[in-house]
């Protein structure tokens, strides 16, 4: 599987006190357009227990279970199983990436080894995109969540950075616990994890991206 190698020279890691060493964080600053990009949920669906809706459950133990096995090498490149990173979503993730010139920063949970963070640069070098940029830092949940990993990221960014749009199934406009950080409408898209990136999510996106969120219909979008 192609796309591999080069991801893992691409990323400038570091790493934050409640993180593990291994986690890959902030990288290169950015002045062109980002997506904030998490995988399960957006890239493909989920059910109702939260794995892969499409995918066998037999297949992704398997699957874990090699992952686990792989040796400690930032070459390595993980399992994916029939299901995950379905056609439909990888062409609507492709076409935002098309049309806005966006590069992708990843949020997921697979940005957590080398070999996962590999598995998913893989996939979007398979389907027409370049690879991943870089990784949010790891933060507790006590610390904000994912939404603070998201804003910790942008807040290494030049002012004025260029825009970033995050792609999430978890609605990053509410705190994680009281008080905590939130995303802002005017960065976020909430996709359905029953359904996965839609064309009206690419839109939504897009609008988001090139500044033109009067065009952009829907809750998900709307500022508050």
């Known amino acids: 599987m192609e796309g591999g190698s080069a991801a893992a020279a691409s990323r400038v890691q570091s790493t934050d006190l409640a993180s593990e060493p291994a986690s890959a964080a902030v990288g290169a600053i950015s002045v ?13 669906p989920l059910n109702d227990r939260g794995m892969p809706l499409y995918a066998c459950p037999m297949q992704l133990a398997k699957r874990f279970h090699m992952d686990e096995q792989l040796p400690h090498d930032d070459n390595q490149i993980g399992g994916v199983v029939p299901g ?31 070999s996962q963070r590999n598995a998913v640069d893989a996939q979007l070098v398979k389907h027409g995109m370049r690879p991943s940029i870089a990784c949010t830092p790891r933060l507790s949940v006590l610390r904000g969540g ?7 990221w ?58 033109s969120k009067s065009s952009c219909v829907g809750a998900p979008c ?3």
């Open 84 to 114: 995950e990173f379905i056609p439909s979503c990888m062409a609507e993730l492709a076409r935002i990436i098309r049309i806005t010139g966006a590069q992708i920063v990843l949020s997921t949970t697979w940005r957590e080894t080398s």
């Open 146 to 152: 994912r939404a603070a990993e998201i804003l910790a």
């Open 154 to 211: 942008a807040h290494t960014q030049r002012n004025p950075a260029g825009p970033w749009v995050a792609l999430d199934d978890i609605d990053l406009t509410q705190p994680a616990r009281p008080g905590g950080p939130a995303l802002c409408a005017t960065n976020f898209v909430h996709v359905n994890p029953a359904k996965g990136l839609t064309r009206s999510d690419g839109d939504c996106a897009i609008a988001l991206l090139l500044g």
């Open 32 to 44: 062109v357009p980002v997506v904030v990009l998490d995988v399960d949920g957006v890239l493909h």
């Open 222 to 224: 709307t500022t508050t």
